[in-house]
């Protein structure tokens, strides 16, 4: 198999190449570099410069790489950005998905993996979410998710197609420091960054209906996340026809204010956190059932959140040293 990885040079989809090339895959990368960093891909891999909506060029690399399976990672990702940028969210993730799906459908690749989130479920009302519970997407980021969702399954039902949606859950972590995330637009990164700045953490709100106030997530480490895409990879390759929505998470729920008080533990800058207004949209509680991929696929996590965050700040250290030497 040979596998293009759509958003390869981006910080989840740099782990999937990683883990893919490692149980033995061959791999290509697509990737527009707009936030995609080109260090991040191994010099064995070949990488294509280009943009999901670019037919021609699809064609051509689906064609030249022989490529017999396509993991889509490809894609705007900001929250708050899609709010205020809602049309540029629907043209690069569901047109360019639709593009890219036209090309894979024509190439007749066999198997197809698509990124999506947990945005998809927006404010869910259970204490853990499983694949059946219903979406409603709060941002339009959510909602280009659903829609892509809604896409690979009619592209899988009416050509054949082996369609898998993972949800992601809150990603985090790195599986070595050079990989890791260099966004500062998640809870762990914006934490380090108030801590090496001097700075006291900021917890958006503590008077959410949860055991200490603080919002619960579920924590996934993206060296985990990028296994579970290994797994579900090897499972389209083998059941042709087959249509899978995975939640991909843990299965535990870790307040704001745990997160914290690990970040300052594992860091040694012991901060008390100051708590400021609710961030607007955000749910109190989002936790995966991770039962569906573990009793389908016997896969399930294996780091923890400490795992996590001890990786990260690795990875933070390599991307600020002057971070280190204060
Ligand atoms: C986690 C919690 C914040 C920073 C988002 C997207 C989701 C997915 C992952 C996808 C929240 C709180 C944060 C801080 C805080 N994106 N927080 N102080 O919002 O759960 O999920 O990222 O590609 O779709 O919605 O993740 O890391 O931003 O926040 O209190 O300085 O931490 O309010 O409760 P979120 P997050």
């Not at 503590?206 to 579970?228: K, N, S």
């Not at 249509?243 to 307040?255: A, F, H, K, M």
């Not at 607007?280 to 389908?296: F, H, L, N």
């Amino acid at each position: 198999m040979t596998w293009l990885i759509t958003g390869g040079a981006g910080y989840i989809g740099a782990h999937v190449v990683r883990a893919m090339t490692e149980a033995g895959e061959r791999t290509v990368v697509y990737d527009d570099l707009s936030t995609g960093v080109a260090e991040r891909v191994p010099a064995e891999v070949p990488l294509v410069r280009g943009s999901t909506l670019d037919a021609d060029l699809l064609a051509r690399t689906l064609a030249e790489h022989e490529i017999t399976g396509v993991v889509h990672l490809a894609a705007k990702k900001q929250v708050g950005e899609s709010v205020e940028r809602p049309l540029h969210y629907y043209h690069q993730n569901v047109e360019g998905l639709r593009v890219l799906l036209e090309a894979v459908t024509r190439a007749e690749v066999p198997s197809f993996l698509f990124s999506s989130s947990a945005a998809v479920y927006g404010m869910p009302d259970v204490d853990l979410v499983t694949e059946e519970t219903p979406c409603r997407p709060m941002s339009p980021y959510g909602e280009t998710k659903l829609i892509g969702e809604w896409l690979v399954r009619a592209a899988g039902r009416a050509t054949g197609l082996s369609t898998a949606s993972l949800r992601y859950f809150n990603v985090a972590g790195a599986a070595s420091p050079e990989l890791a995330d260099t966004g500062v637009s998640n809870l762990i990164p914006m934490v380090f960054e108030k801590l090496t700045e001097g700075a006291p953490p900021r917890i958006f709100g503590d008077d959410y209906a949860t055991p200490d106030g603080t919002c619960v997530r579920d924590y996934i480490h993206v060296a985990d996340l990028a296994e579970a895409h290994v797994t579900v990879a090897r499972a389209l390759e083998s059941s042709p026809g087959t249509d899978l929505t995975l939640n991909i998470g843990r299965g535990e729920g870790v307040s704001v204010r745990e997160m914290i008080d690990l970040v300052n533990a594992v860091t040694g800058y012991d901060r008390p956190p100051t708590v400021t207004p609710r961030r607007p949209g955000d749910p109190a509680r989002v936790v995966a059932s991770a039962d569906r991929i573990a009793t389908e696929l016997s896969w399930q996590a294996k780091y923890d959140v400490q795992d996590m965050i001890t990786s990260a700040w690795d990875g933070w250290l390599h991307h600020h040293p002057e971070a280190a030497r204060s």
